[in-house]
């Protein structure tokens, strides 16, 4: 089965720390991204990758760290520096970056700090 | 930047009838999709419904049908036929060639 799968489900994490999550695709899509979710509000982007090796950063990317090394991955590391981290975060691909492509989305993980 | 607004914090319907959910957006671009996407209680965010901008006729996905205003920016979802299993948050989202906007989501109970 083709799909978008993240890692884990929950996560918590203590203040001062750096915690990555993981997100996979297997649909041989080019473009990934990361969204927050806070509640009572819509997605916002973190950031977004259109191609390996490459990444961009989306509205509210400080705080965040994102790597893109194999066309399938592309994790994301959410740093000390992110004052408010508790959210729900998702992920998701296109088949290219913004070319109106309609984005998948994985399961989501939800972040606690503690 | 952008914007889509969804004036509805939470809708309800009975089983079985039609509900509608409204969304507006502001854009000076003429190429874009419009989407809207269905949040269960799981929080997967699954495809409902997108309408091309370029296309004059409305998106139908059997019970879900949108009216899109294009000159009034409006693209609404259509429910019919309600049932349980619609029961979720529900997001309008915007998507042009360089931008992507969820509005802040429409909660939609069901009623039995």
């Known amino acids: 089965d083709g799909g978008i799968t993240q890692s884990p489900k929950y996560l918590f994490r203590k203040e001062g720390q750096n915690v990555t999550l993981s997100c996979e695709q297997n649909?041989?899509?080019?473009?990934m991204y990361w969204y927050r979710q806070d509640p009572g509000q819509g997605l916002r982007l973190i950031y977004y990758s259109q191609i390996v090796n490459d990444f961009q950063k989306g509205d509210i990317a400080e705080g965040y760290s994102v790597s893109r090394e194999k066309k399938e991955s592309f994790p994301l590391t959410v740093t000390s520096a992110q004052k408010n981290p508790t959210a729900f975060y998702l992920c998701?691909?296109?088949?290219?970056?913004?070319?109106?492509?309609?984005?998948?989305f994985g399961p989501g993980t939800r972040l606690t700090v503690l | 930047a952008q914007t889509v607004t969804q004036s509805q914090p939470e809708m309800s319907v009975q089983e079985a009838e039609t509900v509608t959910l409204s969304c507006t957006y502001d854009t000076s671009e003429s190429d874009y999709y419009l989407f809207w996407y269905k949040q269960p209680p799981s929080r997967q965010m699954i495809l409902v419904i997108r309408q091309e901008a370029y296309k004059q006729q409305n998106a139908t996905e059997n019970r879900f049908s949108v009216n899109f205003q294009k000159a009034a920016k409006s693209f609404s979802l259509k429910i019919s036929d309600s049932q349980l299993g619609d029961a979720a948050m529900y997001f309008c989202?915007?998507?042009?060639?360089?931008?992507?906007?969820f509005g802040a989501g429409t909660r939609l109970t069901v009623k039995p």
């Open positions: 649909l041989n899509h080019d473009a």
């Open positions: 998701a691909s296109s088949e290219q970056a913004w070319s109106t492509d309609t984005q998948y």
């Open positions: 989202a915007y998507r042009s060639a360089d931008d992507m906007r």
